[in-house]
Each structure stands twice: as structure tokens, then as C-alpha cells.
């Protein structure tokens, strides 16, 4: 039987140069996930990665860290260069993120809202007699 050999494989990067990238903010934390043009993943990022906890996660500076240091790994790793953009959510990391992201060095294609809202929403509760 033939020992079996020790060590690293050598990953393959590969070049994306179009991308998306996913905002969620909500009001506890910035999600940032950087993807290529068919959804699949390439860096995933959040506040609490990035060394905040508890209430320092739901800041902008928080969502401007984690979106800066996202954009980064995806365009050293990946030669990101143009990207679409789509903000989900109300929280305070929205406008920060999108604040960080023109400042970096990548082309935006266009910038999407996709909050859910709800159309009517569900039954009220009934009405408290006391």
C-alpha cells in the first residue's frame, strides 16, 4: 500500500472580473458577501469577523470596516474590477457600505434595493378587552 502524501494541494484562483456584491443590513450586524456573476461565493464578511461585538457590530464605522476589508480580499485574490450592487435591509451599516464601496477602486455596474416589503402584511392581532 503506497503512503499517502502529506501536505497542501495548490488551490487554483481564478479571475473574476464582473461580480455582485450582497449588503444585508440589519439592525444588529453588516453582512457583505462578494459572489460572482452566477451567485456563487467568493468572500463572505461580517461585523463580528472583523473583531465588534454586541452593540459596536450595529455602527456604520463596523459596516465600512467589513465592506472595505471584503472588497479588498476579493480584488488581491480575485481581479475583481466591476460589480453590481444589491442593499437589503434598514440598518445603520447600509449607507456606510455603499459609502466604502465607491470610494474603492472597482467600476459599479448599478446599485439595487431588494428590502422586502410586505404588501399587506399578516392579520393584525385581535383587538385587548380588559
Do not use: W
Not at 35 to 46: F, K, Q, R, W, Y
Not at 69 to 76: D, G, M, Q, S, V
Not at 106 to 115: P, Q, S
Not at 116 to 121: K, L, M, S, T, Y
Amino acid at each position: 500500500m503506497a503512503p499517502k502524501t502529506q501536505g497542501k494541494q495548490k488551490k487554483t484562483t481564478r479571475i473574476v472580473e464582473n461580480g455582485r456584491i450582497y449588503i444585508t443590513a440589519t439592525f444588529n450586524n453588516t453582512l457583505v458577501t462578494v459572489t460572482d456573476e452566477n451567485g456563487g461565493a467568493l468572500v463572505v464578511s461580517s461585523c463580528g469577523m472583523h473583531g465588534f461585538s454586541g452593540t459596536r457590530k450595529s455602527t456604520p464605522y463596523a459596516g465600512t470596516v467589513t465592506t472595505e476589508a471584503a472588497l479588498k480580499k476579493a480584488t488581491e485574490d480575485f481581479g475583481l474590477k466591476k460589480v453590481d450592487i444589491y442593499v437589503k435591509g434598514i440598518g445603520p451599516g447600509r449607507e456606510a457600505s455603499l459609502r466604502s464601496v465607491r470610494a474603492a477602486n472597482v467600476d459599479i455596474g448599478k446599485i439595487v434595493d431588494i428590502t422586502p416589503i410586505p404588501h399587506n402584511g399578516v392579520r393584525p392581532p385581535k383587538v385587548r378587552r380588559v
